[in-house]
């Protein structure tokens, strides 16, 4: 499954190094940036550049993990908590979700 974000959403401007395949994470008021990883999730993105995102059951079923996509793509290995709507709009498990390139992920949404 694919998370594609609308020409309507609003989107975060990126840096140089997004477009060299970064992560960029927004949570509690912080943004941190790392370089992207063959086959690595959003979480553990986010948890390698030092931040506390939460999770619980990193198996794509209860949703505590959810984020809001405002740049990129993405690809959800799983996902058993998300309803059509929630995706439509932009959001990923970033437990389950690998960028398919540079993405701009926001906890705080």
Do not use: H, W
Not at 5 to 24: I, K
Not at 89 to 97: A, D, H, I, R, S
């Amino acid at each position: 499954m694919t998370v594609q974000m609308s020409s309507d959403t609003e989107t975060t401007p990126t840096s140089a190094s997004d477009d060299q395949g970064g992560v960029t994470i927004q949570l509690d008021g912080k943004t941190a940036q790392v370089p992207l990883r063959d086959g690595e999730t959003i979480l553990e993105a986010a948890r390698r550049a030092g931040m506390t995102p939460p999770f619980s059951c990193e198996a794509g079923n209860c949703g505590t993990c959810m984020a809001k996509l405002t740049s990129g793509t993405a690809t959800m290995r799983v996902n058993d908590a998300l309803d059509d709507d929630e995706v439509e709009e932009g959001y990923v498990l970033t437990c389950q979700g690998t960028p398919d390139g540079p993405v701009v992920v926001d906890y705080d949404c």
